[in-house]
C-alpha cells in the first residue's frame, strides 16, 4: 500500500489578484490533509471515497484514454489528475497497471460540511503524489505541483494553483502563478505549439513563466486564528463574476494588492508585526472595495463580524479566498485573549477551527 498525504490551505492575502500570472500572494498550509492511498488493482482501477458515497467509481483504459463509469459521482480532480499521470507514464516508457485509490480527508467535518480549505487542491496533490510513487515516476516536488496544475486546468482553466502550492510545499509560502491559458493551449498537440506532451511541458521553462514560490517565515509575535462561518462558498463562481467586470480600475486594485502582499512579505521576513499586522487590514479594506465595484459579497456580514471581533482585540482579519463565506484569517499580538475572541464569535456562530501551520515540506530548489 502507498500513502501520500496533502495538506489543506488557507489565503493570507492576494486572492483574485493571483489568478493574474505574476501576481504575488501570500498563502499558508494547514495541518489538515488528505490521505491518498494506492493499491493494485486488478481488470480496473477504481476511486473510493466517503465524500462522493459508498460506491467507488471504475476505470478501465480504452484507445483514446481513460473509460469511466460515471453512473454515480464525478470526481473530476481526480479523474483528471488520474489521466494526466496516466499520459505521462506512457511518455517515459513505463509499462501500464491498474490501481485502486483510495482517499481520507481531514479537512471536512464529520457531516461532510466543506471548511473551504482547498480540498479539490490537496486531493489533486495527494493523487499526483501517490501515483507518482506507484508508477516510480521520479518527479521532483516543482514537478509534482506541476502535474498538478495541468490536472487541474483541465477541470477549472482559472485556478490560481495557489492552493496547489500550499498543498505541495507546506508552510508559509509567496507564491505567483504561471500562464495557465498557455498551458491548457499546450496540452493540445499543435504545429505551432509542439505534441502536447506532458513531459515536454514540464520540460519548458517558458511555459511556467510567472511561476514562483518563495518560502515566508511564520510570524513569531502574532498567532493565527481561523474561523468559519458555516456557509460554504464557490470560488469558481466569486472569481467569474470578478472577471467579468473588471474595469479600468481592475490594474489600479493590481498594483494595490502587490504592494499589500509585498508589505505583508516585508513584514514576515522582519519580524516587524506592526507591519504584518497593517498589511492584513489594508488586504481586508482592499477585498470590500474589490466586491462593492462588481457588486459581489466578498465580505459576508458573518465575515465581517469575524474581522470586527477580531480587530477591537488588537489584531488584524479578513475573509480568506474568494470570501462570500467559508473562512476568516487572523493575525493578533500573541498575548491576546483568545478566548474572549472564541467565545464573540460563537455568539454569531462563527466557529473556530482548531488548525496550525503545517511545517513546510521539502526543497523549493527541487
Given at each position: 500500500?502507498?500513502?501520500?498525504?496533502?495538506?489543506?490551505?488557507?489565503?493570507?492575502?492576494?486572492?483574485?489578484?493571483v489568478v493574474e500570472p505574476g501576481q504575488p500572494s501570500v498563502l499558508i498550509a494547514l495541518d489538515r490533509a488528505i490521505t491518498a492511498r494506492v493499491s493494485e488493482g486488478h481488470g480496473s482501477g477504481s476511486v473510493h471515497s466517503e465524500e462522493y458515497g459508498h460506491l467507488p467509481l471504475t476505470w478501465t483504459r480504452a484507445e483514446d484514454g481513460l473509460a469511466l463509469d460515471r453512473e454515480h459521482h464525478p470526481y473530476d480532480y481526480v479523474m483528471a489528475t488520474i489521466d494526466l499521470?496516466?499520459?505521462?507514464?506512457?511518455?517515459?516508457?513505463?509499462?501500464?497497471?491498474?490501481?485502486?485509490?483510495?482517499?481520507?480527508s481531514q479537512l471536512d467535518d464529520a457531516s461532510g460540511r466543506k471548511f473551504g480549505l482547498g480540498s479539490s487542491a490537496a486531493v489533486t496533490v495527494a493523487t499526483?503524489?501517490?501515483?507518482?510513487?506507484?508508477?516510480?515516476?521520479?518527479?521532483?516536488?516543482?514537478?509534482?505541483?506541476?502535474v498538478a496544475l495541468l490536472a487541474t486546468i483541465?477541470?477549472?482553466?482559472?485556478?490560481?494553483?495557489?492552493?496547489?502550492?500550499?498543498?505541495t510545499f507546506?508552510?508559509?509560502?509567496?507564491?505567483s502563478a504561471p500562464d495557465r491559458e498557455l498551458l491548457a493551449a499546450m496540452l493540445q498537440p499543435a504545429p505551432d505549439r509542439g505534441d502536447g506532451s506532458v513531459s515536454g511541458i514540464l520540460d519548458d521553462a517558458d511555459a511556467w513563466t510567472g511561476f514562483d514560490v518563495q518560502r515566508l517565515p511564520a510570524p513569531t509575535d502574532l498567532r493565527l486564528l481561523v474561523g468559519w462561518t458555516g456557509s460554504p462558498a464557490s470560488t469558481m463562481k466569486l472569481v467569474s463574476v470578478v472577471r467579468e467586470h473588471r474595469d479600468g480600475g481592475y490594474q489600479a486594485f493590481l498594483?494595490?494588492?502587490?504592494?499589500?502582499?509585498?508589505?505583508?512579505?516585508?513584514?514576515?521576513?522582519?519580524?516587524?508585526?506592526?507591519?504584518?499586522l497593517d498589511a492584513l487590514r489594508?488586504?481586508?479594506?482592499?477585498?470590500?472595495?474589490?466586491?462593492?465595484?462588481?457588486?459581489?459579497?466578498?465580505?459576508?456580514?458573518?465575515?465581517?463580524?469575524?474581522?470586527?471581533?477580531?480587530?477591537?482585540?488588537?489584531?488584524?482579519?479578513?475573509?480568506?479566498?474568494a470570501g462570500g463565506g467559508d473562512c476568516g484569517i487572523a493575525l493578533v499580538p500573541a498575548d491576546t485573549d483568545l478566548t474572549a475572541i472564541?467565545?464573540?464569535?460563537?455568539?454569531?456562530?462563527?466557529?473556530?477551527?482548531?488548525?496550525?501551520?503545517?511545517?513546510?515540506?521539502?526543497?523549493l530548489d527541487d
Open positions: 500500500m502507498i500513502e501520500f498525504r496533502a495538506h489543506g490551505k488557507l489565503f493570507v492575502a492576494g486572492e483574485y489578484a499521470v496516466e499520459k505521462l507514464r506512457a511518455e517515459r516508457g513505463i509499462a501500464p497497471r491498474f490501481h485502486d485509490l483510495r482517499i481520507q499526483v503524489g501517490a501515483l507518482d510513487r506507484f508508477y516510480g515516476l521520479g518527479l521532483t516536488q516543482r514537478d509534482r505541483f506541476r483541465r477541470v477549472n482553466p482559472r485556478a490560481s494553483g495557489g492552493d496547489l502550492a500550499a498543498s507546506g508552510g508559509w509560502l509567496r507564491y498594483d494595490e494588492s502587490r504592494a499589500c502582499v509585498d508589505d505583508l512579505t516585508t513584514g514576515l521576513q522582519s519580524g516587524d508585526a506592526e507591519r504584518t489594508r488586504a481586508r479594506v482592499l477585498l470590500q472595495r474589490l466586491g462593492a465595484s462588481v457588486g459581489s459579497q466578498i465580505e459576508t456580514e458573518r465575515l465581517a463580524t469575524l474581522c470586527d471581533v477580531v480587530e477591537q482585540a488588537g489584531g488584524a482579519a479578513k475573509p480568506s479566498g472564541h467565545r464573540a464569535w460563537e455568539a454569531h456562530d462563527i466557529r473556530h477551527l482548531s488548525v496550525a501551520v503545517q511545517a513546510p515540506e521539502g526543497d
